[in-house]
Antibody, heavy 119, light 109 residues
Framework: QEQLVHSGAEVKRPGASVKVSCKASGYSFSGYFMHWVRQAPGQGLEWMGWINPTNGGTTYAQKFQGRVTMTRDTSIGTAFMELNSLTFDDTAVYYC????????????WGQGSLVTVAS | EFVLTQSPVTLSLSPGERASLSCRASQSVDRRFLAWYQQKPGQAPTLLFY???TRAPGIPDRFSGSGSGTDFTLTISGLEPEDFAVYFC???????????FGPGTKVNI
């Protein structure tokens, strides 16, 4: 069964960093791009960027450039998203989602990781 | 700035009725790069359509996608109880605002 499994919920202070993981199973991890999308409480979906698991190449949304880093570990089929300098506005569910190429639809989503920024 | 607008914000209907959801782009887009997703409370989105009108595997044929240019429509003919959810459109083509999502339409009972 193809699935993406996220790491657990996190609570962080403003100014801190968070690193969320997304483990793929049931398919070839390197065969698909991995995107990260976030959703603030009661809000819509916001694309953050993608990583090409084959070579580690990344593209980030302009809004997050300089603050986000996407990496992967192909040996364990896991993608990571690290977001720095957290503010209250970063409170959201962070999803990984796969696509068969960089500009394609998302046919599989993880269950999401809730990141709460609170003082 | 490229923007997707969805209307209505909320659609209140009864089971068995037909739902028509609109997604309008701020500039003409290639329909091959338009997707629709369904999101139920507390769950991740799931893919309904890609390429504007190609149904994802397992999606019932009461769902249909259509449109071109700037105007796209998701139609649900004969709402089932499990169809009450939020629906998002997405443009996933290369642009200055890639992977833009619309704000969503909530289909309420």
């Amino acid at each position: 069964q193809e699935q993406l499994v996220h790491s657990g919920a996190e609570v962080k202070r403003p100014g801190a960093s968070v690193k969320v993981s997304c483990k793929a199973s049931g398919y070839s991890f390197s065969g698909y791009f991995m995107h990260w999308v976030r959703q603030a409480p009661g809000q819509g979906l916001e694309w953050m960027g993608w990583i090409n698991p084959t070579n580690g190449g990344t593209t980030y949304a302009q809004k997050f450039q300089g603050r986000v880093t996407m990496t992967r570990d192909t040996s364990i089929g896991t993608a990571f998203m690290e977001l720095n300098s957290l503010t209250f506005d970063d409170t959201a569910v962070y999803y990984c989602a796969r696509s068969y190429t960089n500009y394609a639809w998302y046919d599989l989503w993880g269950q999401g990781s809730l990141v709460t920024v609170a003082s | 700035e490229f923007v997707l607008t969805q209307s209505p914000v909320t659609l209140s209907l009864s089971p068995g009725e037909r739902a028509s959801l609109s997604c309008r782009a701020s500039q003409s887009v290639d329909r091959r790069f338009l997707a629709w997703y369904q999101q139920k409370p507390g769950q991740a989105p799931t893919l309904l359509f890609y390429g504007g009108s190609t149904r994802a595997p397992g999606i019932p044929d009461r769902f249909s996608g259509s449109g071109s240019g700037t105007d796209f429509t998701l139609t649900i003919s004969g709402l089932e109880p499990e169809d009450f959810a939020v629906y998002f459109c997405q443009y996933y083509g290369a642009s200055t605002s890639p992977f833009t999502f619309g704000p969503g339409t909530k289909v309420n009972i």
